[in-house]
């Protein structure tokens, strides 16, 4: 069993970036101080969590008791940090300080407004994912859940037109209404159910409670779609409509935070709640595996006809989401583990493809896919760092992404779900139908006539293609590099 | 002193109204103070009791001295505070104290000349309201309910409204009603049992023969729909909405989080204390048919609240509808229902004002009520947006707000005790509350509406003409009105983060008359 | 056991009652509402409740009355019902 | 003539409540003049109070008032009052004698038989009940005058069509 | 509305009666309000036998309003004062004098000045016995039936008298705006004052025993005697003042000019 550190480490990495907010708002008037408030944010952040990974990899646990439960009343507000926390906890910190590098550049290149409010609801979505990462029981996870789907409302509305509205309505509408709809009924099923535990340490919550099939699909099914963040089909429209935010939101917080938050509490749900056991018993994980199959394939179909560069990014996002949930879904170590890993190697791959959509309508004011002819020569590093992305989001060496993708398909081998294999392998192919041409096109089709002009290097700021290469190189050391991945991941499915 | 808390909870507004009435008549300005320090002296004497009560049980305070040894009980008047209504009394006056403060110079000008009666109806309002919740007796509750419930007829009368003047004259109709309902149904009681007392009464309920009598079940039902009358339960809401979104902004907000509440108590007191939860949920069985009225209530409130294009009749009609939750919770008849019921109590009363006291700011601020007309409010008033966001999102039931918590015992006693409708509907009316606070939200946040952008233009400037970007809280309202709100929004949600002890309270009670009484438990 | 007197006023309170609510004079009917009160005070009185007795004759059937008269004069004497 | 002598008869006070107090409920929900709804209110709350002296309704009793000869100085019956009083602590039984108009039976209280007068309690709630009625009526009628200020009618379909139509006088 | 208000009206009805032949049958002494229930004897059963011994009151009625139940007495005087409050606040209006020239409902046009002899002059004379009687009803409220309430009504009502048969100015030349909102405040600052006392003398809130320690020559019986005479001045003043402001406001749509 792992032997627990009490330590209030997870609370302060949590509150860097909630403390930043008032600085933030604070130095409205002083741009400089501003993002450089960001910035310190950002790296203590990451810093703090940093101290927290030898604890973590030398196979112990932190915890922390924010709020005392009383006598059964209600389960305590509770940070616990394990390997699969930690893992979340370092893509999204080590990312937010790319991201802020990337933000600064975009929205100054663009003249945003209200760049005060963007920057610190920003920091507060970072503290709710932190805080889901974190969450020691269900109650905590509902609670930062609920947290982050408010705070990223204002950064997706955040162009304050007809567009964004609608968007916002739509991003709210799915997110609350699935979480009060549907997760929240099934947190309190599964306090009654468990007599009043929620916590994630030790054996899963429900693995010695009286559950019939119909109950478990049911709570399963509630849960799966009541974190709607994790992008499953029908409930997955919120994530194309939230594309109207400005990029670096769309970059961290739909390719990164928030959609992984979603997943990270199905996993949570899969083996923290319900227990491999106990699902294996009941039989009942495979009507998830094939809505996430499901899933996957008809997202994939659907991208290859989006035009908007960002909306085919959101459609393969939502696929890549359903990888996840699948690989978990199949209850195999090894797809757990690959589930695991491809949060962290989708989430380098995509944030680059992000940032370079980003970067492209920073430098040209593009949008579609149709306009790139011919962008590879003007833009060359935005351009390879895509290509990269995209490499690593289908699966293609020397990516990070073949590594979870590996796991993933030798998961579904283990668990002698052929279909769902093939599932994998079709939907890979299908990822490189609708990324390769974006990249064929900018390299090898000529400009179109009218804009034949432009000549040499036109690059998007310094602070838009530092980013993106930083993450495309991320995405290949990875592939180098994944011992500490692994490690964390091991620790997760070991411990079971 | 500390024994006679009971008594001076209730006598500090009283002495207050009357000092008001005496000197304030010369000169206003020093109404306030008057009404400032008495409402303090009750909010200690509450939380006196409130420590008192938790760490000793239950206090017994005899009026007049009549509890000698052969006296029997009933022949004086009791007060009786245990966990349950020590907790409501610190709603009470808190809420009290926080309109109080917002009501500084406000009240002055809503009612220049009658400054003075305003505040003494106030203070009474208070006095009855404490009076309901410390009393023992059943016919005393009675008295008490027609100080409060005259003292806010007048208060909704007052404003320079016509409407709420008619809106008055309704409350005042159903008002009576109710109240006479309750009153003859205390009469039936007392003609079988010859005791006012609701211990004494209790005690006599509890011989199974009265299980079966008709005179006691027709007392229930006269004492129940009274009090469902004055607690606006669904289809006797009639009154509400436009009695409280007509009368005048302090009013509004002193009315609309104590008025139904206190009125819920009264339920729970006369289901628990006086009949007890063997009777009223074993002989007569109800339980599932009021769970379905309240179910109605909720969806009904919701929906008519969706309709409303005016901001307080939005929010009066969801009062409506969570009355619907604490009816329904008290009635599921399990442990877990009860515990939410009177925990939404607190935390609707709390993220009532909140709304409240946010959207009378807003209302005052715009010159107008209706929900399309807030374009724009949350540059100009940040603070106050985000107390009113803080309020919404309670209403919600957003965690850590208390409004979650709430939610989450009274679903948890809805599950458990199978009433899958209550839970839907709960879960519906949240989505609804999402639907409406949101609209409101996007209204307030996007700014007007590119449509319509020049009938509002010439407001815009002047309030930049004010103001301006210059400083953070420019177009703020006056810190008088923003500072009750704040408070109201950090209790909201300390309320919810430390729902823990507030519940341990609420079971302490609870085990003095249990839910799930002892017939049932037998079983 | 009642006595007849009871039984007597019982009904005529009932068609007092019934009248004041239909004249649709509304000083007429304040007075017969005065009537009303006296005869439940006659009631009272007879059943032993002295003080409520003396209570409604001075506030049913005098006060009470006054007011109304006090109001009706400054509205409308004509109720359409 | 049966269900008469045996459920309405004995009962009449209350049959006779009942209705009154279904006249007052119904004028108060359905008449449209609101004074005419205030004439209902009144009869619905001496309905009220008429049930409770009912209750309190004792066959061959008297009016709860002691006969006392109380020209006999008051010091001194206080102090008989006082000492009996002690007397009585340890007496509990009410034992029931005949009773007695002079002034010794009621200072030895176990003297007093409670069949002998009127149950004084809802007389005494039954004031409070009036007064209440009273200051409800006045309020009501205040409002009703208030009313008439804004509206020049007290009828309550011309107040609501004014109020539909905002027009003079409605402030919407 | 009409067919709603009948059902309403007919269903209330009909479950009132159903629990009448459940009725102890009308004027039964053993009822259990009357009589008690088994072993548990009934309240007033106590109040009939005890009153004497324990107040030395012999109108039992006073007894049970001014002292056992002396704490809803009060509040019955609040609701009072609230009432009065109350009607001031939604009627009375400041602004300046407006001609009489609205229409009244009432035609009061008295045929010529004779008339008006007639009742001031029976006025005069009945004025101060009808306020000779209201204050013997307070008083006597011990021994005979009234008390403040009944008392304090009789008096309000004679200062209506006046306004009625003189005018309205008249009889607030009497007895001012100030002066009964006044009346009213000091009235129920009696009734809490004794209860007060009682809480400053270390005993409950009303417990009229102990001010035997600062009455002269009282013993604690008598002490609530006197303490129930003293409460029912307090009611009477609010009463008297309440119900005079009542007429006030209404008689003159809360100008406080003329009336009628």
Same mark, same amino acid.
């Not at chain 1, 926390?85 to 975009?106: D, E, K, N, P, R």
């Given at each position: 069993?792992?032997?627990?550190?009490?330590?209030?480490l997870?609370?302060?990495?949590?509150?860097a970036?909630?403390?930043?907010?008032?600085?933030?708002?604070?130095?409205?008037?002083?741009?400089?101080?501003?993002?450089?408030?960001?910035f310190?944010?950002?790296?203590v952040?990451?810093g703090?969590?940093l101290?927290?990974?030898p604890i973590?990899?030398?196979?112990?646990?932190?915890?922390?008791?924010?709020?005392e439960g009383?006598?059964g009343v209600?389960?305590?507000?509770?940070?616990?940090?394990?390997?699969?926390g930690?893992?979340?906890?370092?893509?999204?910190?080590?990312l937010?300080?790319?991201?802020?590098?990337?933000?600064?550049?975009?929205?100054?290149?663009?003249?945003?407004?209200?760049?005060?409010?963007f920057?610190?609801?920003?920091?507060i979505?970072?503290?709710a994912t932190?805080?889901?990462?974190?969450?020691?029981?269900l109650?905590?996870?509902?609670?930062?859940?609920?947290?982050?789907?408010?705070?990223?409302?204002?950064?997706v509305t955040?162009?304050q037109?007809?567009?964004?509205?609608t968007?916002?309505r739509?991003y709210?509408?799915?997110?609350?209404?699935?979480?009060?709809?549907?997760?929240?009924?099934?947190?309190?099923?599964?306090?009654?159910?468990?007599?009043?535990?929620l916590?994630?340490?030790?054996?899963?919550i429900?693995?010695?409670?009286?559950?019939?099939?119909?109950?478990?699909?049911i709570?399963?099914?509630?849960?799966?779609?009541?974190?709607?963040?994790?992008?499953?089909?029908?409930?997955?429209?919120?994530?194309p409509?939230?594309?109207?935010a400005?990029?670096?939101?769309?970059?961290?917080l739909?390719?990164?935070?928030?959609?992984?938050v979603?997943?990270?509490?199905?996993?949570?749900?899969?083996?923290?709640?319900?227990g491999?056991?106990?699902?294996?018993?009941?039989?009942?994980?495979?009507?998830?595996?094939w809505?996430?199959?499901?899933?996957?394939i008809?997202?994939?179909?659907?991208?290859m006809?989006?035009?908007?560069l960002?909306?085919?990014?959101?459609?393969?996002?939502?696929?890549?989401?359903?990888?996840?949930?699948l690989g978990?879904?199949l209850?195999?170590?090894?797809?757990?583990?690959?589930s695991?890993?491809?949060?962290?190697?989708h989430?380098?791959?995509?944030?680059?493809?992000?940032?370079?959509?980003?970067?492209?309508?920073?430098?040209?004011g593009?949008?579609?896919?149709?306009?790139l002819?011919?962008?590879?020569k003007?833009?060359?590093?935005?351009?390879?760092?895509?290509?990269?992305?995209?490499?690593s989001?289908?699966?293609?060496?020397?990516?990070?992404?073949?590594?979870?993708?590996?796991?993933?398909?030798?998961?579904a081998?283990d668990?002698?779900?052929?279909?769902l294999?093939?599932?994998?392998?079709?939907?890979?192919v299908?990822?490189?139908v609708?990324?390769?041409?974006v990249?064929?096109r900018?390299?090898?089709k000529?400009?179109?006539?009218g804009?034949?002009?432009?000549e040499?290097?036109?690059?998007?700021?310094?602070?838009?293609v530092?980013?993106l290469?930083?993450?495309?190189?991320?995405?290949?050391?990875?592939f180098?590099f994944?011992?500490l991945?692994?490690?964390l991941?091991?620790l997760m499915?070991?411990?079971? | 002193?500390?024994?006679?808390?009971?008594?001076i909870?209730?006598?500090a507004p009283?002495?207050?109204?009357?000092l008001?009435?005496?000197?304030?008549?010369?000169?206003?300005?020093?109404?306030?103070?008057?009404?400032i320090?008495?409402?303090?002296?009750?909010?200690?004497?509450?939380?006196?009791?409130?420590?008192?009560?938790?760490?000793?049980?239950?206090?017994?305070?005899?009026?007049?001295?009549?509890?000698?040894?052969?006296?029997?009980?009933?022949?004086?008047?009791?007060?009786?505070?245990?966990?349950?209504n020590?907790?409501?009394?610190?709603?009470?006056?808190t809420v009290?104290?926080?309109t109080?403060?917002y009501?500084?110079?406000?009240?002055?000008?809503?009612?220049?000349?009658?400054t003075?009666?305003?505040?003494?109806?106030?203070?009474?309002l208070?006095?009855?309201?404490?009076?309901?919740?410390?009393?023992?007796?059943?016919?005393?509750?009675?008295?008490?309910?027609?100080?409060?419930?005259?003292?806010?007829?007048?208060?909704?009368?007052?404003?320079?409204?016509?409407?709420?003047?008619?809106?008055?004259f309704?409350?005042?109709?159903?008002?009576t009603?109710?109240?006479?309902?309750y009153?003859l149904?205390?009469?039936?009681l007392?003609?079988?049992?010859?005791t006012?007392?609701?211990?004494?009464?209790?005690?006599?309920?509890?011989?199974?023969?009265?299980?079966?009598?008709s005179? *006691?079940?027709? @007392?229930? $039902?006269? &004492? %129940?729909? +009274?009090?469902?009358?004055?607690? #606006?339960?669904?289809p !006797?809401y009639?009154?509400?909405?436009?009695?409280y979104?007509?009368?005048?902004?302090?009013?509004?907000?002193?009315?609309a989080?104590?008025m139904?509440?206190?009125?819920?108590?009264v339920m729970?007191?006369?289901m628990l204390s006086?009949?007890?939860a063997?009777?009223?949920?074993?002989?007569?069985g109800?339980?599932?048919?009021? *769970?379905?009225l @309240?179910? $109605?209530? &909720? %969806?009904? +409130?919701?929906?008519?609240?969706? #309709?409303?294009?005016e !901001?307080?009749?939005?929010?009066?009609?969801?009062?409506?509808?969570?009355?619907?939750?604490?009816?329904?919770?008290?009635?599921?008849?399990?442990?877990?229902?009860?515990?939410?019921?009177i925990?939404h109590?607190?935390?609707?009363a709390?993220?009532?004002?909140?709304?409240?006291?946010?959207?009378?700011?807003?209302?005052?601020?715009?010159?107008?009520d209706? $929900?399309?007309q %807030?374009?724009g409010?949350?540059?100009?008033?940040?603070?106050?947006?985000?107390?009113?966001?803080?309020?919404?999102?309670?209403?919600i039931?957003?965690?850590?707000?208390?409004?979650?918590?709430?939610?989450?015992?009274?679903?948890r006693?809805?599950?458990?005790?199978?009433?899958?409708?209550?839970?839907?509907?709960?879960?519906?009316?949240?989505?609804?509350n999402a639907?409406?606070f949101?609209?409101?939200?996007?209204i307030?946040?996007?700014?007007?509406?590119?449509?319509?952008?020049?009938?509002?233009?010439?407001?815009?400037?002047?309030?930049?003409?004010?103001a301006?970007?210059?400083?953070?809280?420019?177009?703020?309202?006056?810190?008088?009105?923003v500072?009750p709100?704040l408070?109201?929004?950090?209790?909201?949600?300390?309320?919810?983060?430390?729902?823990?002890?507030?519940?341990?309270?609420?079971?302490?009670?609870l085990?003095?008359?249990?839910?799930?009484?002892?017939?049932?438990?037998?079983? | 056991?009642?006595?007849?007197?009871?039984?007597?006023i019982?009904?005529f309170?009932v068609?007092?009652?019934?009248i004041?609510l239909?004249?649709?004079?509304?000083?007429?009917?304040?007075?017969?509402?005065?009537?009303?009160?006296?005869?439940?005070?006659?009631?009272?009185a007879?059943?032993?409740?002295?003080?409520?007795?003396?209570?409604?004759?001075?506030?049913?059937a005098?006060v009470?009355?006054?007011?109304?008269?006090?109001t009706?004069?400054?509205?409308?004497?004509?109720?359409?019902? | 003539m049966?269900?008469l002598?045996?459920?309405?008869?004995?009962?009449f006070?209350?049959?006779?409540?009942?209705?009154?107090?279904?006249?007052?409920l119904?004028?108060?929900?359905?008449?449209?003049?609101?004074?005419?709804k205030?004439?209902?209110?009144?009869i619905?709350?001496?309905?009220?109070?008429?049930?409770?002296?009912?209750?309190?309704?004792?066959?061959?009793?008297?009016?709860?008032?002691?006969?006392h000869?109380?020209?006999?100085?008051?010091?001194?019956?206080?102090h008989a009052?006082?000492?009996?009083g002690?007397?009585h602590a340890e007496?509990?039984?009410?034992e029931?004698?005949?009773?007695?108009?002079?002034?010794h039976?009621?200072?030895?209280?176990h003297?007093?038989?409670?069949?002998?007068?009127?149950?004084?309690?809802?007389?005494?709630?039954?004031?409070t009940?009036?007064?209440?009625?009273?200051?409800t009526l006045?309020?009501?009628?205040?409002i009703?005058?208030?009313?008439?200020?804004?509206?020049?009618?007290?009828?309550?379909?011309?107040?609501?069509?004014?109020i539909?139509?905002g027009?003079?006088?409605?402030?919407? | 509305?009409?067919?709603?208000?009948?059902?309403a009206?007919?269903?209330?009805?009909?479950?009132?009666?159903?629990?009448?032949?459940?009725?102890?049958?009308?004027?039964d002494?053993?009822?259990?309000?009357?009589?008690?229930?088994?072993?548990?004897?009934?309240?007033?059963q106590?109040?009939?036998?005890?009153?004497?011994?324990d107040?030395?009151?012999?109108?039992i009625?006073?007894?049970?309003l001014?002292?056992y139940r002396g704490?809803?007495?009060?509040?019955?005087?609040v609701?009072?004062?609230?009432?009065?409050?109350?009607?001031?606040?939604?009627?009375?209006?400041?602004s300046?004098?407006?001609?009489p020239?609205h229409?009244?409902?009432?035609?009061t046009?008295?045929?010529g000045?004779?008339?008006?002899?007639?009742?001031?002059?029976t006025?005069?004379?009945?004025?101060p016995?009808?306020q000779?009687?209201?204050?013997?009803?307070v008083?006597?409220?011990?021994?005979?039936?009234?008390?403040?309430?009944?008392?304090?009504v009789?008096?309000?009502?004679?200062?209506?008298?006046?306004?009625?048969?003189?005018?309205?100015?008249?009889?607030?030349?009497?007895?001012?705006?100030?002066?009964?909102?006044?009346?009213?405040?000091?009235?129920?600052?009696?009734?809490a004052?004794?209860?007060?006392?009682c809480?400053?003398?270390?005993r409950?809130f009303l417990?009229?025993?102990?001010?035997?320690?600062?009455?002269?020559?009282?013993?604690?019986?008598?002490?609530?005697?006197h303490?129930?005479?003293?409460?029912?001045?307090?009611?009477?003043f609010?009463?008297?003042?309440?119900?005079?402001?009542?007429?006030?406001n209404?008689?003159?749509?809360?100008?406080l000019e003329?009336?009628?």
């Amino acid at each position: 069993m792992d032997s627990v550190v009490h330590s209030s480490l997870p609370l302060w990495a949590c509150l860097a970036s909630l403390l930043a907010a008032p600085a933030i708002v604070l130095f409205r008037r002083e741009l400089f101080l501003r993002e450089a408030t960001t910035f310190v944010a950002a790296f203590v952040k990451f810093g703090l969590v940093l101290a927290m990974l030898p604890i973590i990899t030398s196979g112990k646990v932190i915890e922390f008791t924010l709020v005392e439960g009383f006598g059964g009343v209600v389960a305590p507000i509770l940070f616990r940090v394990d390997g699969l926390g930690m893992l979340f906890a370092l893509v999204a910190s080590s990312l937010w300080i790319v991201t802020s590098l990337y933000a600064i550049g975009y929205m100054r290149g663009l003249h945003e407004h209200s760049q005060t409010r963007f920057f610190a609801f920003f920091a507060i979505s970072l503290s709710a994912t932190l805080g889901v990462a974190f969450a020691g029981n269900l109650l905590t996870l509902y609670l930062f859940y609920e947290m982050l789907s408010l705070a990223t409302w204002p950064l997706v509305t955040h162009h304050q037109d007809k567009e964004a509205r609608t968007g916002g309505r739509t991003y709210l509408t799915y997110l609350l209404g699935t979480s009060i709809g549907f997760a929240l009924p099934a947190l309190i099923f599964t306090w009654i159910k468990s007599g009043g535990d929620l916590s994630f340490a030790g054996d899963a919550i429900l693995a010695s409670a009286d559950l019939g099939p119909a109950q478990g699909l049911i709570l399963l099914l509630a849960f799966c779609f009541g974190f709607s963040k994790a992008g499953m089909m029908p409930f997955h429209s919120w994530l194309p409509g939230a594309m109207v935010a400005p990029t670096p939101v769309s970059a961290l917080l739909h390719a990164v935070a928030v959609v992984k938050v979603g997943v990270f509490c199905v996993i949570r749900v899969f083996t923290a709640v319900f227990g491999v056991d106990l699902l294996a018993k009941l039989g009942v994980a495979t009507v998830i595996s094939w809505i996430a199959a499901f899933t996957v394939i008809v997202s994939s179909l659907i991208a290859m006809s989006q035009d908007n560069l960002k909306r085919r990014l959101a459609f393969s996002t939502i696929g890549q989401l359903s990888y996840i949930v699948l690989g978990v879904s199949l209850l195999s170590a090894h797809a757990v583990q690959g589930s695991m890993m491809h949060i962290a190697m989708h989430a380098f791959g995509k944030i680059t493809l992000f940032f370079c959509a980003g970067a492209i309508f920073v430098a040209t004011g593009k949008k579609y896919v149709s306009q790139l002819s011919g962008l590879g020569k003007t833009m060359p590093f935005t351009m390879g760092a895509f290509a990269i992305g995209a490499m690593s989001v289908t699966g293609v060496p020397p990516t990070g992404g073949l590594l979870s993708k590996f796991y993933l398909v030798w998961g579904a081998a283990d668990a002698q779900q052929f279909a769902l294999l093939a599932v994998y392998l079709v939907s890979s192919v299908l990822n490189g139908v609708y990324f390769f041409p974006v990249v064929y096109r900018a390299f090898f089709k000529p400009a179109p006539e009218g804009e034949a002009a432009v000549e040499g290097i036109r690059e998007a700021p310094l602070a838009c293609v530092l980013p993106l290469s930083i993450t495309a190189v991320g995405s290949v050391l990875l592939f180098f590099f994944p011992g500490l991945l692994l490690e964390l991941t091991k620790l997760m499915t070991g411990a079971q | 002193m500390s024994e006679q808390l009971p008594a001076i909870i209730l006598l500090a507004p009283l002495f207050g109204a009357l000092l008001t009435g005496l000197a304030g008549n010369r000169d206003h300005r020093r109404c306030f103070p008057i009404l400032i320090s008495a409402l303090a002296v009750s909010f200690g004497c509450a939380i006196a009791l409130l420590v008192q009560v938790s760490q000793s049980g239950p206090i017994d305070y005899f009026v007049g001295g009549w509890n000698t040894e052969r006296v029997p009980l009933g022949v004086g008047i009791q007060l009786r505070i245990d966990a349950l209504n020590a907790l409501l009394l610190v709603v009470i006056t808190t809420v009290a104290l926080l309109t109080a403060v917002y009501s500084f110079r406000r009240a002055g000008e809503e009612n220049t000349e009658k400054t003075p009666q305003f505040y003494m109806l106030f203070q009474m309002l208070c006095v009855g309201l404490l009076g309901i919740t410390v009393t023992a007796d059943a016919f005393n509750l009675f008295v008490l309910v027609e100080v409060s419930s005259l003292t806010s007829y007048a208060l909704v009368a007052m404003g320079s409204k016509s409407r709420g003047t008619v809106a008055a004259f309704n409350y005042l109709i159903m008002g009576t009603v109710g109240a006479s309902f309750y009153l003859l149904g205390v009469g039936y009681l007392y003609m079988q049992t010859g005791t006012l007392n609701m211990a004494a009464i209790h005690e006599i309920l509890a011989d199974p023969a009265f299980g079966k009598s008709s005179t *006691v079940f027709v @007392a229930f $039902i006269l &004492i %129940l729909v +009274g009090v469902w009358i004055k607690m #606006a339960f669904f289809p !006797l809401y009639g009154w509400l909405p436009n009695a409280y979104s007509y009368c005048p902004s302090t009013t509004s907000c002193l009315l609309a989080p104590l008025m139904t509440k206190v009125s819920v108590y009264v339920m729970i007191r006369v289901m628990l204390s006086i009949f007890g939860a063997d009777w009223v949920f074993q002989s007569l069985g109800w339980s599932h048919t009021v *769970v379905w009225l @309240a179910v $109605i209530a &909720i %969806l009904a +409130g919701s929906v008519l609240a969706l #309709a409303q294009v005016e !901001l307080k009749k939005m929010l009066c009609y969801l009062i409506v509808a969570e009355v619907g939750y604490m009816v329904g919770g008290a009635w599921l008849a399990n442990h877990w229902g009860m515990v939410g019921a009177i925990y939404h109590i607190l935390a609707d009363a709390f993220m009532t004002l909140c709304l409240f006291i946010a959207a009378n700011i807003f209302i005052k601020h715009c010159r107008a009520d209706r $929900i399309d007309q %807030l374009e724009g409010l949350f540059k100009r008033m940040p603070l106050t947006s985000t107390g009113f966001v803080v309020g919404a999102l309670a209403m919600i039931g957003v965690p850590p707000t208390a409004g979650f918590f709430s939610k989450w015992y009274l679903l948890r006693g809805g599950i458990e005790s199978g009433q899958w409708g209550y839970v839907i509907a709960l879960l519906v009316s949240s989505l609804v509350n999402a639907v409406l606070f949101f609209r409101i939200i996007e209204i307030a946040y996007f700014g007007k509406n590119p449509a319509e952008s020049h009938d509002h233009a010439h407001d815009e400037d002047s309030h930049q003409g004010q103001a301006g970007e210059a400083t953070l809280l420019g177009g703020e309202g006056r810190p008088a009105t923003v500072i009750p709100l704040l408070i109201t929004a950090a209790i909201v949600i300390l309320l919810g983060v430390f729902n823990a002890p507030v519940v341990e309270i609420i079971q302490q009670a609870l085990e003095g008359m249990p839910v799930v009484g002892a017939a049932a438990a037998a079983r | 056991m009642i006595v007849p007197f009871d039984i007597i006023i019982l009904i005529f309170l009932v068609i007092t009652a019934l009248i004041s609510l239909r004249v649709r004079d509304l000083l007429g009917a304040t007075m017969i509402l005065g009537v009303y009160s006296f005869l439940i005070c006659l009631l009272w009185a007879e059943m032993g409740a002295v003080d409520v007795a003396f209570t409604e004759a001075a506030v049913g059937a005098g006060v009470s009355t006054v007011f109304m008269i006090a109001t009706i004069y400054h509205t409308r004497r004509h109720s359409s019902d | 003539m049966e269900f008469l002598n045996a459920s309405v008869i004995p009962y009449f006070n209350y049959w006779i409540y009942v209705v009154l107090m279904m006249i007052g409920l119904h004028a108060m929900i359905t008449k449209n003049n609101l004074i005419k709804k205030l004439i209902g209110m009144s009869i619905f709350q001496t309905a009220i109070i008429l049930f409770y002296v009912s209750i309190g309704v004792k066959t061959g009793s008297t009016i709860p008032i002691l006969e006392h000869h109380h020209d006999e100085g008051h010091a001194e019956t206080a102090h008989a009052v006082a000492e009996s009083g002690d007397h009585h602590a340890e007496e509990t039984d009410h034992e029931k004698s005949d009773h007695g108009n002079n002034e010794h039976a009621i200072e030895a209280d176990h003297g007093i038989d409670p069949d002998h007068f009127a149950n004084p309690l809802p007389h005494v709630l039954m004031l409070t009940a009036i007064v209440v009625g009273v200051s409800t009526l006045g309020v009501a009628l205040a409002i009703s005058q208030s009313i008439y200020k804004d509206f020049g009618s007290l009828e309550e379909n011309e107040i609501l069509a004014k109020i539909k139509q905002g027009g003079p006088g409605v402030d919407v | 509305m009409k067919w709603f208000g009948l059902i309403a009206t007919v269903f209330t009805g009909i479950l009132l009666l159903s629990a009448v032949p459940d009725f102890a049958a009308f004027g039964d002494p053993d009822s259990p309000a009357n009589g008690g229930l088994g072993d548990h004897p009934s309240v007033s059963q106590y109040y009939i036998t005890d009153t004497y011994t324990d107040t030395k009151v012999p109108n039992i009625v006073t007894a049970v309003l001014a002292d056992y139940r002396g704490y809803d007495t009060m509040f019955e005087t609040v609701v009072i004062f609230a009432a009065g409050i109350a009607i001031f606040a939604i009627l009375r209006s400041f602004s300046g004098p407006v001609a009489p020239s609205h229409p009244t409902a009432i035609d009061t046009s008295v045929e010529g000045d004779h008339q008006r002899i007639i009742i001031g002059t029976t006025c005069r004379v009945i004025i101060p016995v009808i306020q000779l009687f209201a204050l013997y009803v307070v008083a006597h409220g011990h021994h005979s039936p009234g008390g403040g309430f009944q008392g304090g009504v009789i008096l309000g009502a004679s200062f209506i008298l006046v306004a009625l048969a003189k005018d309205l100015s008249a009889a607030l030349g009497r007895f001012s705006e100030k002066r009964y909102l006044a009346l009213g405040s000091v009235g129920i600052l009696i009734y809490a004052g004794f209860g007060l006392l009682c809480v400053a003398l270390e005993r409950n809130f009303l417990d009229y025993e102990i001010l035997h320690r600062i009455m002269p020559a009282t013993d604690p019986i008598m002490a609530r005697s006197h303490s129930m005479l003293g409460v029912e001045v307090g009611v009477a003043f609010t009463v008297t003042a309440i119900m005079f402001a009542i007429y006030a406001n209404l008689s003159s749509k809360g100008r406080l000019e003329q009336g009628f």
